[in-house]
């Protein structure tokens, strides 16, 4: 039998340590590219909501974070640009009021949809945006502007309405529409931090609101538009931000909806001690608003009128979204440190 010395023992293991070395270094080099390649991978948990409008309701699900999304409605391009998803809004229209400072860099670089008759868009501009995504006011989705949500859904479009616009809506909604939006376009944590510094934010405000009495608080209107009639806040958001500013919607109980058409004797009965006008760019101007509230016979003798408390807010901030906060604190103002119209607009 052939010996082998320690010398051919310590050549042969160390022979076997390099081809063994060699075969998990050849491994790793066809292993580890894999790897990284799955490491890329956005990752996605799959979101399931239910949305309501074009005279339906549809049950959604995106099994992909939304890349591509046409915005119908100043809100809710203010809330994406709030997420940071500027990158990833490829259209929008139908502004209300100019857009928010700190968005108008990245809002300057999103292609604008050319908005025709009834304040639509054309259809064949929104197919061309290849959109996988679209949100706006409630009569934004429809057969003749994006195709009906059944078509949409075919496309992998996923079509978005804001709960916060609904009638029973508050600010605790519109932290459900961020947080379903931070999913669907997989920016949870970027959600998070909105919602968070919102209800810092209004906090501020209802911390001052809380020593008011609520037989103290100040009666409000809000006249949004009409002459024969007036076209004036009801219930939802808009009626939950003036609560949350510490005052009491002389409408609200009138019914189950954001806006509600009263008569000028209704407005007399009420009796306002603020009225609240808003102001939007596809409508008149606040001024000619104030003139023609102030001319009206029927108003000389309701509280607002006579102590000169009409105060102009706009469009976009009573509508859901980012700006809340903002308008919670400058109705706060308006109801306890402003007297007049004047004042305030000198402020």
Request: overall charge negative; charged content about 25%.
């Amino acid at each position: 039998m052939k010996k082998f010395s320690k010398k051919n023992t310590l050549i042969i293991l160390m022979a076997g340590i390099a081809s063994t070395l060699v075969g998990c270094s050849m491994n790793q080099q066809n292993v580890t590219p894999q790897i990284q390649e799955e490491s890329k991978k956005e990752y996605f948990q799959p979101v399931s909501f239910t949305y309501s409008g074009a005279g339906g309701t549809y049950d959604i699900v995106a099994n992909s974070p939304r890349k591509r999304a046409v915005t119908l409605s100043q809100f809710m391009t203010e809330m994406l640009l709030a997420l940071g998803l500027e990158d990833q809004i490829v259209a929008t229209a139908l502004l209300d009021n100019p857009i928010l400072p700190e968005f108008e860099e990245a809002y300057s670089q999103i292609p604008v949809l050319e908005v025709g008759e009834g304040h639509a868009i054309s259809k064949e501009a929104f197919i061309a945006s290849n959109p996988d995504f679209v949100s706006g006011w409630d009569s934004s989705i429809s057969e003749q502007t994006t195709g009906l949500p059944d078509e949409l859904i075919a496309k992998d479009i996923v079509p978005f309405m804001a709960k916060s616009y609904e009638g029973d809506a508050t600010v605790e909604t519109v932290y459900e529409d961020f947080e379903l939006l931070g999913k669907l376009f997989n920016v949870q944590d970027r959600a998070d931090e909105v919602i968070q510094q919102m209800k810092k934010d209004i906090k501020s405000v209802t911390d001052r609101v809380g020593s008011i009495k609520e037989e103290e608080r100040v009666k409000v209107m809000v006249y949004d538009s009409g002459q024969n009639d007036a076209m004036v806040v009801g219930t939802g958001l808009a009626n939950n931000l003036i609560e949350l500013a510490g005052g009491s919607n002389v409408f609200a109980n009138d019914v189950n909806r954001p806006y509600v058409n009263v008569s000028w004797e209704s407005v007399v009965a009420r009796n306002p001690e603020v009225i609240l006008i808003t102001e939007f760019m596809a409508g008149d101007s606040a001024d000619s608003k104030i003139s023609f509230l102030k001319k009206h016979p029927a108003l000389k003798d309701v509280e607002a009128i006579k102590n000169n408390r009409l105060y102009v807010v706009r469009l976009a901030d009573l509508s859901p979204g980012i700006r809340n906060p903002m308008l919670i604190e400058q109705m706060y103002h308006d109801f306890y440190e402003a007297p007049n119209i004047e004042e305030s607009k000198a402020e």
